[in-house]
């Protein structure tokens, strides 16, 4: 590393914006009371887990213990009614909607060394990469105009080259991007980010740039695991640093933020406990919770020896408890799969309360618009499980009876923070959301939809403003007049 991005590196943490959310010096993860929790072997009272279920339903945020004791479920009647309280706390809150989105990774440079992370700075296998904003424009061309994208999530390594500067300007980048489409134009309307943490100053500069969701996944919760992953004299290194960066975020006015942790680094059961405990802590200290949860598996990645070596892989039936347990622990919480999960997973998780999946998804640096480069080729952080294209994992959730929602009126519209909260819980903003996932999807299926996912999707399309005339009579004559202005050829219409 040369000695200019030594010095960057230094100056990137703040203590005193670690210092300031300290209660007495400590962390809100409570390992005390954690391991409690988790060690408590009593088989579980039936009808306690029912109460806890109930209380899942009033889409009420669940304890650490009730959460820990809904883990250690084995009964095979609770499980499966541990299942349908999920699927039913998903419909309660997101109804049948499902949103999709793809990632699209801009620069690859970093000074951190995750042992776990393809990109990390040892790996000397790795090409380095970091987009210009014409390349930039490029991938956002074929995403937005060729297949239909309407939100991406913008994912950065940490470095001098991509620095809250370079984040900005390439968000703005994607906003600029219009493109013609069959009937209407293609536009990324929401950019999410995925980064390093960041000071209440740079938070302000991305704040400013229009981003939708800002998400930082902790990796583990579990400190010594943290330390032993994460080499001491990088920035990564501090544990607290990136555990407050979602207070940061708040501070700094983005109030759409995702926390997540890396599952396969150590037991699951103490990170699911952790995700809930930081969910908790925001909802007390800001009033607004998660607004998504990620919970990537540790995937292969080349020149990464960990990543076959690691003692806590996560099975596909633990992945499915994970996904079960906190869809009932943090009732309002979007939640995201992604295609590190194969198609069959994917499918299981839509039962298990899930609404965010990636689709088309291309991990290489510049992949999207550079057709000849495969998963095996370069600048890749992991492998994935699902290459299908956005038409056909539409396809497949419109013939499940779901609808792909490409709504962004929320942050345009201030429905954020602990605004949107509010809605979730009272079940109310599921009145504009289903309003605007029918405007969207059927502009969607306009401009991008195959002819068979067109023939697919009239009957829900049908179905959909059936209900939305029977349960929305007032909104029902403004909705149309717009449906029809969409079917038109009209975009960007929401309520
Ligand atoms: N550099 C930023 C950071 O570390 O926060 C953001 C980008 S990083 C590429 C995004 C996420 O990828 C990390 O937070 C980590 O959870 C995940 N990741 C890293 N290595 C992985 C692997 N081998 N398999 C699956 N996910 C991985
Ligand atoms: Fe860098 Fe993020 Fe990968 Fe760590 S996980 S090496 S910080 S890109």
Redesign the pocket.
């Known amino acids: 590393m040369d000695i200019m991005t030594k010095s960057w590196a230094q100056t990137r943490i703040n203590e005193d914006e670690i210092e300031k959310y300290l209660t007495r010096g400590k962390s809100f993860i409570d390992e005390e009371r954690m391991d409690a929790a988790l060690c408590f072997t009593k088989i579980p009272d039936k009808r306690i887990i029912l109460d806890i279920l109930q209380k899942s339903l009033d889409v009420e945020t669940l304890t650490l213990e009730e959460t820990a004791l809904l883990m250690r479920v084995t009964d095979s009647y609770l499980l499966e009614k541990m299942k349908e309280t999920a699927l039913a706390v998903k419909k309660k809150v997101y109804d049948n909607r499902i949103v999709t989105f793809a990632p699209l990774?801009l620069s690859n440079a970093?000074v951190?060394d995750?042992v776990?992370?393809?990109?990390r700075c040892s790996n000397i296998k790795t090409q380095r990469k970091t987009l210009t904003l014409d390349e930039v424009t490029e991938e956002t061309k074929v995403l937005a105009g060729q297949i239909g994208h309407k939100r991406l999530i913008v994912?950065?390594?940490?470095h001098p080259d991509n620095d809250v500067h370079y984040m900005a300007d390439t968000i703005r980048t994607i906003y600029d991007v219009r493109v013609k489409a069959r009937v209407g134009y293609g536009q990324i309307r929401r950019v999410n980010v995925?980064?390093?943490?960041l000071c209440v100053d740079d938070l302000k500069i991305l704040g400013h740039a229009g981003i939708g969701t800002y998400q930082?996944?902790q990796?583990t919760y579990h400190h010594p695991t943290y330390q032993s992953l994460h080499p001491k004299n990088t920035i990564?290194a501090n544990y607290l640093w990136r555990l407050y960066a979602m207070h940061r975020a708040l501070e700094a006015g983005i109030d759409d933020v995702g926390i997540?942790a890396?599952f396969g680094l150590y037991d699951w059961r103490y990170e699911v406990l952790g995700l809930v405990a930081h969910n908790i802590e925001l909802e007390k200290k800001f009033g607004i919770g998660a607004h998504t949860i990620s919970f990537?598996?540790?995937?292969?990645?080349e020149n990464?020896p960990f990543?076959h070596q690691s003692k806590h892989k996560v099975s596909d039936e633990e992945f499915k408890k994970i996904m079960m347990v906190l869809r009932l622990a943090v009732p309002h919480a979007g939640m995201i799969i992604t295609s590190?999960e194969t198609p069959e997973l994917k499918r299981a998780s839509i039962e298990l309360g899930i609404t965010q999946t990636d689709a088309s998804t291309k991990i290489g640096l510049g992949a999207y618009s550079d057709g000849s480069m495969t998963q095996e080729g370069r600048r890749q952080?992991?492998m994935l499980g699902d290459t299908r294209s956005l038409d056909e994992v539409i396809q497949e959730f419109t013939r499940l009876g779901h609808i792909t929602s490409f709504c962004t009126a929320g942050y345009r519209c201030n429905r954020t923070g602990k605004c949107i909260m509010d809605l979730l819980r009272s079940g109310k903003e599921g009145k504009f959301c289903k309003l605007n996932a029918v405007l969207t999807f059927r502009e969607w299926v306009d401009d991008f939809g195959s002819a068979k996912t067109q023939e697919l999707a009239k009957g829900l399309l049908e179905k959909e403003i059936n209900e939305i005339r029977n349960t929305a009579p007032n909104s029902y004559p403004h909705f149309m007049r717009y449906y029809e202005r969409i079917s038109r050829g009209e975009r960007d219409l929401y309520f």
């Open positions: 990774y970093c951190n995750c776990y992370c393809g990109f994912v950065y390594g940490e995925n980064a390093a943490p930082v996944f990796e990564k997540g890396l990537p598996r540790l995937e292969p990645a990464v990543t590190r952080q992991f």
